[in-house]
């Protein structure tokens, strides 16, 4: 009687919820939070060890507290400060506007601005620095130097007073900078907001390339015609890359 062996049958095995998250443009392992040894999830490190230690995505997932349904909380943490940067995250005030930057329910918009709104009235009572000045493109640039790395692109609006120091910082928008998606009224508002005399607009490409794109241009010169009839000058339009910055040719006030 020939022997012969018998096929093993194929075994598939179903991902379980103690798998690891990869992550593949960093290619790293991430865990998710409910699979993390209890104490090395973020609140009871902030209880055990104090808030220093937590790197700033667990910081945040702590103020988050839970993720929703498509996203747990420390994913979205890690994700939020990874694609956004900081700057969208700590100097919005509009728990709408954070929503819809930032894809996150309305409710977790509201802690993300009341957190925010509370560090910043601690800092400004107890802040001795200078204000900033801005008076050259390369003082935008060096400025703005949280906007290098983004891998998306961000319109950032910085409104100064009538001495060129800064009052207001503001992510206007994120996406392409086009005439159809900004409109003058979203960078002027924050202007009569902080009674500013002059706005700079920056944005980012993540490309690599400084040189401004004829959209890049158009929108430049809508906005300084629009500035032209609010009484508010648009100084310059800086367009930053990670090694250099090169401004929008524009007819400014």
């Given at each position: 009687?020939?022997?012969?062996?018998?096929?093993?049958?194929k075994?598939?095995?179903?991902?379980?919820?103690?798998?690891?998250?990869?992550?593949?443009?960093?290619k790293?392992y991430?865990?998710?939070?409910?699979?993390?040894?209890?104490?090395?999830?973020?609140?009871?490190?902030?209880?055990?060890?104090?808030?220093?230690?937590?790197?700033?995505?667990?910081?945040f997932?702590?103020?988050?507290?839970?993720?929703?349904?498509?996203?747990?909380?420390?994913?979205?943490?890690?994700?939020?400060?990874?694609?956004?940067?900081?700057?969208?995250?700590?100097?919005?005030?509009?728990?709408?506007?954070?929503?819809?930057?930032?894809?996150?329910?309305?409710?977790?918009?509201?802690?993300?601005?009341?957190?925010?709104?509370?560090?910043?009235?601690?800092?400004?009572?107890?802040?001795?620095?200078?204000p900033?000045?801005?008076?050259?493109?390369?003082?935008?640039?060096?400025?703005?130097?949280?906007?290098r790395?983004?891998?998306?692109?961000?319109?950032?609006?910085?409104?100064?007073d009538?001495?060129?120091?800064?009052?207001?910082?503001?992510?206007?928008?994120?996406?392409?900078?086009?005439?159809?998606?900004?409109?003058?009224?979203?960078?002027?508002?924050?202007?009569?907001e902080?009674?500013?005399?002059?706005?700079?607009?920056?944005?980012?490409?993540?490309?690599?390339?400084?040189?401004?794109?004829?959209?890049?241009?158009?929108?430049?010169?809508?906005?300084?015609?629009?500035?032209?009839?609010?009484?508010?000058?648009?100084?310059?339009?800086?367009?930053?890359?990670?090694?250099?910055?090169?401004?929008?040719?524009?007819?400014?006030?």
């Amino acid at each position: 009687m020939e022997n012969t062996l018998m096929p093993r049958p194929k075994i598939y095995l179903q991902p379980s919820s103690t798998d690891l998250v990869l992550d593949n443009e960093d290619k790293q392992y991430l865990l998710r939070l409910r699979d993390l040894p209890k104490e090395e999830k973020p609140r009871e490190k902030l209880m055990k060890y104090g808030a220093n230690v937590l790197s700033v995505a667990e910081l945040f997932a702590v103020i988050l507290n839970v993720g929703t349904k498509k996203e747990e909380v420390l994913s979205m943490s890690r994700r939020l400060i990874k694609e956004y940067g900081d700057s969208v995250i700590v100097n919005q005030k509009d728990p709408a506007k954070v929503s819809e930057l930032l894809g996150i329910p309305l409710g977790k918009a509201c802690q993300v601005v009341a957190c925010f709104e509370i560090g910043r009235r601690f800092f400004k009572a107890q802040d001795g620095t200078k204000p900033v000045t801005l008076r050259t493109a390369s003082q935008v640039y060096e400025y703005l130097k949280d906007m290098r790395d983004l891998p998306k692109e961000h319109l950032r609006g910085l409104y100064l007073d009538s001495h060129y120091q800064l009052l207001h910082d503001e992510v206007i928008s994120i996406g392409s900078v086009t005439s159809n998606i900004i409109h003058p009224r979203e960078v002027f508002r924050p202007a009569l907001e902080f009674s500013a005399s002059a706005v700079i607009l920056a944005h980012n490409h993540p490309s690599g390339i400084a040189t401004p794109s004829d959209a890049d241009v158009a929108i430049t010169q809508q906005i300084v015609e629009a500035g032209k009839i609010v009484g508010i000058s648009l100084l310059d339009h800086v367009v930053i890359t990670k090694k250099k910055f090169e401004s929008v040719p524009a007819e400014y006030n």
